[in-house]
C-alpha cells in the first residue's frame, strides 16, 4: 500500500492580526486555569454547601453528626480539583485511585445537588397546602428525592461502561469501486488515563477486531491530558492491524497534556498521526487537523485551501470538533469525522451542548455539500458517567 503526502507540505500563511490574536489567546491560556479553577471550585462549594444545608435541615441530625457531615462535605468540595492538579503532575497509583474516587463522586454531586433542589421546591410548596406539615413528611420526601438521585447516578455509572456498536452508511462522490462496501471505524473520545486504562482500551481492541473494518479512524482525545504512560495505555491499539491502516487526528485534551509525547507513542506503535496532513488511501484523501490548528480560522482555511481539493472526489476529514463547517465545505471536503461533544454525557449538560452545537451535536449531518459525522465518544470525562447519552464506536459503510 502506498501512501501520498500531498498536502503535508503546505505551510498555513497567517496574517499579521491572526498572528497577534493567536499569541494574546496563548497568553489567556496560560492564565485560565487558575480563572477556571477558581470558578469551578466555587461552584463546587456551593453544590456541598446546599447539600449540607438539606441534609441538616430535613433530617434530625445531632451536633456532633452535623459536624462530621459538615467536614466530610468540605474535604469532598475539594476532591476533583486537587485530584485534577495532581493528575496532571504526577501519575501513580494514589494519584489514580484519588481521582478516580473525586471523579465518580462528582458525578453523584450533580444529581445529588439536584435532588436537594427539588426538597426546597416540594417544602415550600407543602407549606402552602399544609403549613404545619411534619418533619417526618419533609424527611420522606428528602428520603424519596435523594433516592432517586442515587439510583439515578449509579445507572450512569453503568451506562457508561455498556458501548453500544452503532452502524451508518455514508454515500461520497465518485467513490472508487474498490471502497464500495468497505467498513471503517470511527473511534473517539476514548480519554485514557486515570480513569479508562489499559483494560478499556484493550476492551476497544477486541471490539474492533470482532468488527473487523478495513480502516479505522481516531477523532482525537485519545488522551485524557493527564500524566500518563502512554504507550502502555494504547498498547492493545497497536495490535490492531486494518488492511488501510489507523489514522488518527488530536483533540482538545491531547493539548492539556504531553501532545508531542501522546503522538511520538502513538506513531511508535503504528498509528498514523496527522497532523495537518492529507493521505491517498487507495483513492480517497484522508486529511487529519489537530485541535490546536483548527483553533484559527485563517489557518485553518489557508492549510484546507491550499490542499486544492477536488469536491467531486472523495475525502474525509479528521476534526475533533464539530465545527468550521463553512471553510471545511468551501475547501471541498466530502465527509468531516468528529467526536468531542459526548452528546453531553451527562444531563443536564446535554442541554447545553445541544443549544452550543445545534443538530451538530451528535449524529450524521449535512452542512450543504457536506457530511458531518460526530459520535457521542466511547470515553467519559470527569464523572465516569452517561445519562441521557451513551458511548459508541460507530462502524460506517461506504457506498
Request: proline share 5%; aromatic share 12%.
Amino acid at each position: 500500500m502506498e501512501y501520498s503526502f500531498t498536502g503535508s507540505d503546505v505551510q498555513p500563511r497567517v496574517s499579521a492580526p491572526e498572528h497577534a490574536q493567536a499569541e494574546n489567546q496563548q497568553e489567556g491560556r496560560a492564565s485560565w486555569p487558575v480563572g477556571a479553577i477558581v470558578i469551578v471550585q466555587t461552584i463546587l462549594f456551593l453544590g456541598h454547601w446546599l447539600l449540607y444545608a438539606t441534609w441538616t435541615s430535613f433530617w434530625r441530625v445531632s451536633p456532633m453528626a452535623a459536624q462530621v457531615i459538615g467536614v466530610t462535605l468540605l474535604m469532598l468540595s475539594v476532591s476533583f480539583t486537587i485530584s485534577s492538579v495532581l493528575s496532571f503532575k504526577y501519575s501513580n497509583g494514589f494519584v489514580a485511585g484519588f481521582y478516580k474516587v473525586a471523579a465518580v463522586w462528582l458525578g453523584f454531586l450533580n444529581f445529588l445537588v439536584w435532588a436537594a433542589l427539588l426538597c426546597w421546591a416540594a417544602d415550600g410548596f407543602l407549606r402552602l397546602i399544609i403549613p404545619r406539615a411534619s418533619i417526618e413528611v419533609r424527611s420522606w420526601i428528602a428520603l424519596i428525592l435523594f433516592g432517586i438521585a442515587l439510583l439515578v447516578s449509579l445507572c450512569g455509572y453503568i451506562n457508561a461502561r455498556v458501548i453500544r456498536e452503532r452502524r451508518v452508511t455514508v454515500k461520497l462522490p465518485k467513490l472508487p469501486e474498490n471502497w464500495r462496501g468497505r467498513k471503517a471505524l470511527l473511534v473517539s473520545d476514548l480519554h485514557l488515563g486515570n480513569v479508562n486504562g489499559e483494560g478499556f482500551s484493550r476492551r476497544i481492541a477486541r471490539l474492533a477486531r470482532r468488527l473487523d473494518p478495513a480502516i479505522i479512524f481516531i477523532a482525537g482525545d485519545l488522551y485524557d491530558g493527564s500524566r500518563a504512560d502512554a504507550e502502555r495505555l494504547a498498547r492493545p491499539l497497536f495490535e490492531l492491524e486494518p488492511p488501510l491502516g489507523v489514522y488518527f487526528a488530536e483533540g482538545n485534551h491531547e493539548d492539556y497534556g504531553d501532545a508531542a509525547g501522546y503522538c511520538a507513542a502513538l506513531r511508535n506503535g503504528g498509528i498514523r498521526v496527522l497532523r495537518s496532513e492529507m493521505v491517498d488511501v487507495e483513492g480517497v484523501k484522508v486529511i487529519g487537523v489537530p485541535y490546536a490548528d483548527s483553533v484559527y480560522p485563517m489557518h485553518f482555511a489557508t492549510f484546507l485551501e491550499g490542499l486544492q481539493l477536488d469536491p467531486t472526489q472523495p475525502s474525509i476529514l479528521l476534526n475533533h470538533v464539530p465545527n468550521r463547517l463553512p471553510i471545511t465545505e468551501k475547501a471541498g471536503v466530502s465527509l468531516q469525522l468528529s467526536g468531542h461533544t459526548h452528546g453531553g454525557q451527562v444531563f443536564p449538560f446535554t442541554w447545553f451542548t445541544e443549544r452550543a452545537f445545534g443538530k451538530f451535536t451528535y449524529g450524521l449531518q449535512r452542512f450543504g455539500s457536506l457530511q458531518v459525522l460526530i459520535s457521542s465518544g466511547v470515553g467519559t470525562w470527569g464523572p465516569p458517567m452517561r445519562v441521557g447519552t451513551e458511548p459508541e464506536v460507530v462502524q460506517i459503510t461506504f457506498e
